[in-house]
């Protein structure tokens, strides 16, 4: 932007005459189209609400419980130090449980271990073994007996199709069928009969023939049924055997039950601690559980006063940030204001004042050092003296100042001073025209803001000046904005100035 404006006003100042006339301005004013100032609209302005709401939502703030445009409360941050000692003390309490714990487990053990070698307990494992033995001995009874209603299943469901079988046969042998049909072939070709008989004669052999298979059939079944009974038969024995070894197992377990009654009666004492000792652990373990979720108490509360203190240095956070954000809106406003106020006192003052002023500073430079003043040129002074107002009431009239005699003074160094030679020479100072002509760098730079070539030699101060005055009444004939001012060009030249500073070091780096 700096540089494309900078490119514009130069071709403009290369472009214009030094000294354009009114006339050229005022044709030019007269032809340019008039500008529409057209007002920009004004920004829609948040709300404190919205504000608010928009800083508590980027800190996280929990609204339900803090407004950030309102006071918030003191909240004191929650001890650490008293927390861990609380919970070390319950630590303690529940370590001691732990070996209350301890030593009645190691009690209970104690009597387990006494009560293992005892004749008790080989009472107990005989029996055990006992009733291994006939809950084996009763798996097996059951096996048998699952075999033996699976083979009477067998065998009735045999005895049934036998029985529809034989139902339908009238003859329910083979060498009977057989016997009968040699009978009916003997009938068919010694006897003589009608052509009915004959037809009955032959359908009954052909029954009798179609038979054979079924009498077959009925005749495997009778097997069949013969095997699944001598098949039950030895299933029945093996059961048999199998309850008189249950009930001697029993006999022997009712023995055993009677020896170990006897055995537990004399071990009765050391017994009955052991109800107790474990009613006691269990107390302490209960006990040992409440002081654990009082530790859990303890760690809930003190994460929820935490975590309540950590919200409010949030929401002190965003009350902080709202504040900074509404003096800053306040800051904008009266900024705003305040270039408003210094835009309006910009446009009563003269536009292009600093300019015309420093054309009148450098034509009066160049003036008073390189123009020899002349009598022509001087201006006419009078000079008035002063008016002289008598002191009606003076309170000091009739006094008269003190002169201070040198004999009160007590010691005076350096005596009286040298008459010192004053040259005639050194006193009559030379003139502009015989001193060397030298401008300094300031000058040079007033110049090229000005768009103006210094001078370089005495002869070319009157130019210099005239140039000046027309520059001068230039800038009074241009209309407000129409071309780069000083502070605008100055400020131009430190940018450029940092991107030359700013490319160098890239370029050494």
């Not at 979720?293 to 950590?310: A, P, Q, S, V």
């Not at 003052?349 to 300019?355: M, S, T």
């Not at 904005?481 to 000083?486: A, C, E, I």
Request: hydrophobic share 35%.
């Amino acid at each position: 932007f700096f540089l494309d404006l900078s490119k514009k006003t130069m071709s403009t100042e290369e472009s214009k005459p030094e000294t354009p006339p009114v006339e050229e301005v005022a044709a030019a004013e007269e032809t340019s189209p008039a500008e529409e100032v057209i007002e920009d609209p004004e920004p829609e302005v948040q709300t404190l609400e919205d504000l608010a709401a928009e800083i508590a939502a980027a800190e996280r703030v929990d609204t339900s419980k803090y407004d950030i445009m309102k006071p918030l409360p003191k909240v004191e941050r929650p001890d650490k130090k008293a927390h861990d000692d609380a919970i070390a003390a319950v630590n303690e309490a529940l370590k001691q449980l732990e070996c209350d714990r301890e030593e009645i487990t190691a009690k209970i053990e104690a009597i387990h271990a006494a009560n293992k070698n005892s004749e008790l307990t080989s009472a107990r494992d005989a029996f055990n073994i006992l009733r291994r033995e006939k809950s084996e001995l009763l798996t097996e009874r059951k096996g048998i007996m699952d075999r033996r209603d699976h083979v009477r299943k067998s065998m009735d469901s045999l005895m049934v199709d036998q029985k529809s079988l034989r139902s339908g046969l009238k003859i329910t042998s083979l060498e009977g069928i057989i016997d009968r049909l040699a009978e009916l072939k003997r009938l068919q070709e010694t006897t003589s009969m009608s052509l009915s008989q004959e037809k009955k004669l032959l359908k009954e052999m052909e029954v009798l023939k179609a038979s054979k298979k079924q009498v077959s059939k009925l005749s495997a079944f009778s097997n069949n049924i013969g095997s699944q009974k001598d098949d039950l038969k030895s299933v029945q024995e093996e059961a048999r055997a199998k309850n008189k070894q249950l009930d001697d197992v029993s006999a022997r377990i009712n023995t055993q039950l009677a020896i170990l009654d006897s055995l537990k009666e004399k071990d009765k004492g050391s017994r009955d601690q052991i109800p107790t000792l474990i009613a006691e652990r269990d107390a302490v373990r209960d006990t040992m559980t409440e002081k654990k979720n009082e530790i859990k108490e303890h760690r809930d509360g003190f994460k929820n006063t935490n975590n309540d203190w950590y919200d409010l240095q949030r929401a002190q956070r965003a009350q902080k940030k709202f504040k900074e954000a509404e003096q800053q809106r306040h800051y904008i406003a009266e900024k705003s204001a305040r270039e408003k106020t210094r835009a309006e006192e910009e446009l009563k003052k003269i536009p292009y004042e600093i300019e015309m002023a420093l054309c009148v500073h450098l034509a009066k430079y160049l003036t008073t050092t390189f123009v020899v003043p002349t009598s022509a040129n001087k201006p006419a002074t009078s000079e008035k003296k002063p008016e002289v107002i008598a002191v009606t009431e003076d309170p000091f009239a009739g006094f008269k100042p003190m002169k201070k005699k040198t004999d009160d003074v007590f010691l005076e160094m350096g005596g009286c001073r040298k008459n010192i030679r004053k040259r005639v020479s050194k006193q009559n100072k030379k003139t502009a025209v015989d001193q060397p002509f030298r401008l300094n760098m300031e000058v040079f730079d007033e110049f090229s803001v000005l768009g103006l070539t210094p001078p370089t030699a005495v002869e070319a101060v009157a130019g210099s000046i005239d140039e000046l005055m027309a520059k001068k009444k230039w800038y009074s004939e241009q209309p407000r904005g129409s071309v780069p001012t000083v502070r605008f060009k100055y400020f131009f030249y430190l940018f450029l100035d940092f991107l030359f500073i700013l490319y160098f070091n890239c370029i050494c780096s």
